[in-house]
Nanobody, 121 residues
Framework: QVQLVESGGGLVQAGGSLRLSCAAS????????MGWYRQAAGKQRELVAD???????NYADSVKGRFTISRNNVKNTVYLQMSSLKSEDTAVYYC???????????????WGQGTQVTVSS
């Protein structure tokens, strides 16, 4: 099994910063893409940012210039540094990882349990 555990969410004022972390553990051989998604109340889940194993990054237009995604391949961890937060960033943030398990040739998507980010205006 593979587990993704997020941390770092919370309540912050508009204009503030938060850093999310997500650590993957378990029966892992390799992790390809890692990413962050978010789901606001009454809305669909959307991609915030993702990063390939070699560090290529992709961001949603709404967070470009404000959020930075990074990862540590040794620790199987992905981070999301969020700055200049806005009320519209309020959502549950989910970590995602594209994993190849040991003794397997196939890749599978895994999700964290989600962490709430609330930005007060």
């Amino acid at each position: 099994q593979v587990q993704l555990v997020e941390s770092g969410g919370g309540l912050v004022q508009a204009g503030g910063s938060l850093r999310l972390s997500c650590a993957a553990s378990g029966n892992i051989l390799s992790i390809y893409n890692m990413g962050w998604y978010r789901q606001a109340a009454g809305k669909q889940r959307e991609l915030v940012a993702d990063i390939t194993r070699d560090g290529s990054r992709n961001y949603a237009d709404s967070v470009k210039g404000r959020f930075t995604i990074s990862r540590n391949n040794v620790k199987n961890t992905v981070y999301l540094q969020m700055s200049s937060l806005k009320s519209e960033d309020t959502a549950v943030y989910y970590c995602n990882a594209d994993v190849v398990r040991r003794n397997s040739v196939s890749r599978a998507d895994y999700w964290g349990q989600g962490t709430q980010v609330t930005v007060s205006s």
